[in-house]
């Protein structure tokens, strides 16, 4: 069988951090367009937006991605302003970046990932904490997606305001501690009928901060394990977890109501109910009432890429653009009722509106901070005021 002559150097294929910083992780017109401009002596000063839609369209989507695309641009000779992260957006321009193009070409491709996927992670993420604002809800996808951008998935989910994370290395990344009890592959070791076995161990062996969750649908009928999950560990059992595949489901909410039944009948109502697998918004608030906390994966980690584009708008002080883009540099804004409005940067804007497009580099110079919290508080101010 051949082998791959790269995987001694490269064993995964991973794009390293230094291609992406020198500008390597591009695509290959952008090379062509610098080797042309410099043949031709030609290098305008231009004001570029990335944009995902030129009009509000009614559709808002949250805004990530934002602190890597700054270390991206950092120490280039360029302005740029773009709205914070955890900001609805909904038509207009995210990001404004004034230069000469050369300056920052071969960096549209990665600004562009940056910002794309973390949003659509995002805005998925938002739409399953607005799903059950009350609930403790956890991002469990990072098994669906390839291990590089495990803290990209995780980090979203926070600033959509998701209650944590469950990827040790992604959460070293961002400074946040995974969570997370047992799989089913813990209860299998053990066997069928030892389930008891199982749940004991686990509760002799981790740390005392971790809260004692015992899966509860291995082998048997969940409210049968659950009983005997709660008969085991007695007062220090936190909650059981539901992970039923869908195959086995029927009526889940039956179901969960049925274990929460029948917990509370036996004394044990201070035991919480979990439930992952397969779930998105509709699932959340089906289920809200009767639950404790989610755990949900594919929906926020497979959410697809917000569709963002950078366009020139500015050439050498003059408006242009593409057939279908808006020339000239724009500012948004946020009105009181919600409402996203999108103007020339360089006309007076809704007297009640907020702008959004705020410095983020000036000459290169990094002039924000960045807080997951903060941007979770964000998102969701913005969603009680735009009702997303």
């Known amino acids: 069988m051949p082998r791959d002559a790269s995987s001694d150097d490269a064993p995964f294929d991973i794009v390293p951090v230094d291609a992406i910083r020198d500008g390597r992780a591009t695509d290959a017109y952008f090379d062509r367009t610098a080797t042309t401009l410099d043949h031709a ?22 805004l990530a ?98 209650d944590g994370i469950s990827h040790v290395a992604g959460g070293e990344v961002i400074d946040r501690e995974a969570s997370g009890t047992m799989p089913h592959a813990l209860v299998i070791a053990f066997g069928r009928g030892h389930q008891e076995e199982a749940w004991r161990a686990f509760d002799e062996a981790v740390a005392p901060d971790v809260p004692r969750v015992a899966l509860v649908d291995t082998y048997s009928d969940e409210k049968d394990e659950a009983l005997r999950a709660a008969e085991t560990l007695g007062d220090r059992l936190d909650s059981v ?40 918004p509709a699932e959340l608030r089906d289920l809200r009432d ?47 009722d919600g409402a996203h409005h999108v103007g020339l940067e360089s006309r007076p804007g809704p007297t009640d509106g907020e702008a959004l497009l705020e ?12 807080d997951i919290d903060e941007a979770a508080m964000r998102a969701n101010a913005d969603a009680e005021n735009a009702d997303f």
């Open 241 to 280: 977890r539901l992970d039923t595949t869908g195959s086995r489901r029927g009526n889940f909410r039956h179901i969960v109501e049925e274990v929460r039944w029948e917990l509370d009948l036996r004394g044990y109502d201070d035991v919480g109910v979990f439930v992952s697998g397969g779930l998105g």
């Open 65 to 162: 991605g934002v602190k890597d695309a700054a270390h991206l641009l950092e120490g280039l000779p360029i302005d740029v302003d773009a709205m914070r992260e955890g900001r609805l957006f909904d038509g207009g321009p995210v990001m404004r970046i004034e230069g000469d193009y050369l300056d920052f070409a071969r960096y549209e491709t990665s600004l562009l990932g940056f910002l794309s996927h973390a949003s659509g992670c995002a805005s998925a993420a938002l739409d399953v904490r607005r799903a059950a604002p009350d609930s403790r809800v956890l991002s469990f996808g990072a098994r669906h997606v390839h291990p590089s951008i495990a803290a990209m998935v995780e980090r979203a989910a926070l600033v959509a305001g998701l």
């Open 41 to 62: 002596g030609k290098n305008p000063r231009v004001v570029a937006e990335v944009t995902a839609d030129q009009f509000p369209t009614g559709e808002f989507e949250l």
């Open 359 to 370: 410095p983020l580099l000036r000459d290169g110079e990094l002039v924000r901070e960045f």
């Open 290 to 336: 009767v639950v404790e906390g989610f755990g949900v994966g594919g929906y926020v980690s497979n959410a697809d890429p917000v569709d963002f584009a950078l366009d020139i708008v500015e050439r050498d002080g003059e408006p242009c653009a593409k057939r279908g883009k808006l020339s000239g540099a724009k500012q948004v804004y946020r009105t009181p």
